[in-house]
């Protein structure tokens, strides 16, 4: 897994996002830096997912969008934070 996410780092759909970012999608701060972050979130492991390869083009595949660090860091607690109710039969 670890692996995988480590090759989507240099995939060229992340790099043209983050050469694209002009501002954060969410709050449109201006950074010098940008998080890329899928839109819909992939999940932690393939056991979410039907097959390898629907998780591997969620990964390679999805939406992106650049975020600032701290609109990154809450949209990520709120994608765990809803999966973990979801797994848990909570929506």
């Not at 998080?35 to 629907?54: C, L, M, R, Y």
């Amino acid at each position: 897994m670890a692996a995988i996410r480590r090759i989507w780092y240099w995939s060229p759909n992340r790099k043209a996002v983050k050469k694209a970012a002009k501002a954060c999608a969410l709050c449109g701060k201006v950074c010098d830096k940008y998080d890329i972050d899928h839109i819909v979130p992939v999940g932690p492991k393939p056991a979410e997912w039907k097959n390898w390869d629907q998780y591997l083009n969620s990964m390679f595949e999805g939406k992106l969008q650049a975020l600032c660090k701290e609109c990154h860091k809450e949209k990520t607690a709120e994608d765990i934070r809803v999966m973990r109710q979801t797994k848990k039969g909570i929506k």
